[in-house]
């Protein structure tokens, strides 16, 4: 399964976002990327690789996730970039 996803956090996916997005990430029962939409994916398990995308707040990202818990992934990672404030949900 695949989602595109506008960034609204001010920071991007740096910092306190990059780290919530890889928290929330790593909860569900799926392998889970993320990528510019022009750009190679990472996985979004790790903050550093994350973080190394050098996403800014407005862009658009490509997540991708396989397994069980797939949509609820993308479901919960899109609520993270939509927010203003990443913060943990949990």
Do not use: C, K, Y
């Not at 909860?27 to 994350?50: I, T």
Request: net charge negative; aromatic share 2%.
């Amino acid at each position: 399964m695949e989602r595109i996803v506008t960034v609204v956090p001010a920071d991007g996916l740096h910092a306190r976002p990059a780290a919530t997005f890889v928290e929330t990430a790593t909860r569900f029962d799926a392998d889970v990327q993320v990528a510019p939409v022009d750009g190679d994916p990472v996985n979004a398990a790790s903050v550093l690789a994350v973080t190394s995308l050098g996403v800014a707040s407005g862009a658009d990202v490509r997540i991708v996730a396989e397994g069980d818990d797939a949509e609820a992934a993308l479901d919960a990672l899109e609520a993270v970039l939509s927010s203003p404030e990443a913060e943990s949900e949990t």
